[in-house]
Each structure stands twice: as structure tokens, then as C-alpha cells.
Nanobody
Framework: QVQLVESGGGLVQAGGSLSVSCAAS????????MGWYRQAPGKQRDLVAS???????NYADSVKGRFTISRDNVKNTVYLQMNSLKPEDTAVYYC???????????????WGKGTLVTVSS
């Protein structure tokens, strides 16, 4: 029904920048919140940033001032620009979207498969 496909990520040195994006496709009527979580090895999945349809944003304290979330409501895509990266930012980054489906008008949360971000010291 719906797919979220992430792109970007990779390896970067500490202090560098990287961006990831996530495009939603399928039977989408509308998308409310979109955002990013991350999961480091051996740790739980934590919220990184979220953004509402209207553009209101929320960030984890650990990334405030360094990461910027944005979205394109026409392309159903959410972006995460990551600056001043630190080794502790190393994790698999997962996007999610709160989607109202066509036809059924059911609201469901969808997740991407994740993209690895590795920050070397």
C-alpha cells in the first residue's frame, strides 16, 4: 500500500555533514507527521526529529542546533540535514510517516527500512 524509501547516509568524518531523505509513495491521501528515529548498536530506537504537515518541528536535545528537518508536501518527502556530526551520531536512521490512506481513510504509521550513518572520529 505505502512504501517509505530512504536515501543518503554513509560514512563521514566527525565534524562533517550528511543528509538523508525519505520519500513516501503509494495509496496516500495525506501525510501528517513525518520524522526520523535512530538506533545505535545495542541501544533503543530514539526520536531524532519530527515535523508536522504545517512545518512545526521537534528535535532531540542531542541534535538541536546541528540537525535540521524539513519536508516537501508535494513530493511526500522528508529530509534530515546533519551538520557537525559526532561519533555518537552513528546509528541506523529510520524515517516514519503518519499517513491517511486513500479509499479507506485509515490512518497508519509507516516506517522505512533504515539507512546507516557512520561518523568516524
Amino acid at each position: 500500500q505505502v512504501q517509505l524509501v530512504e536515501s543518503g547516509g554513509g560514512l563521514v568524518q566527525a565534524g562533517g555533514s550528511l543528509s538523508v531523505s525519505c520519500a513516501a509513495s503509494g495509496r496516500i491521501f495525506s501525510i501528517d507527521a513525518m520524522g526520523w528515529y535512530r538506533q545505535a548498536p545495542g541501544k533503543q530506537r530514539d526520536l531524532v526529529a519530527s515535523i508536522t504537515k504545517g512545518g512545526s518541528t521537534n528535535y532531540a536535545d542531542s541534535v538541536k542546533g546541528r540537525f535540521t528537518i524539513s519536508r516537501d508536501n508535494v513530493k511526500n518527502t522528508v529530509y534530515l540535514q546533519m551538520n557537525s556530526l559526532k561519533p555518537e551520531d552513528t546509528a541506523v536512521y529510520y524515517c516514519y510517516a503518519d499517513i491517511l490512506l486513500q479509499i479507506s481513510y485509515n490512518r497508519m504509521e509507516y516506517w522505512g527500512k533504515g539507512t546507516l550513518v557512520t561518523v568516524s572520529s
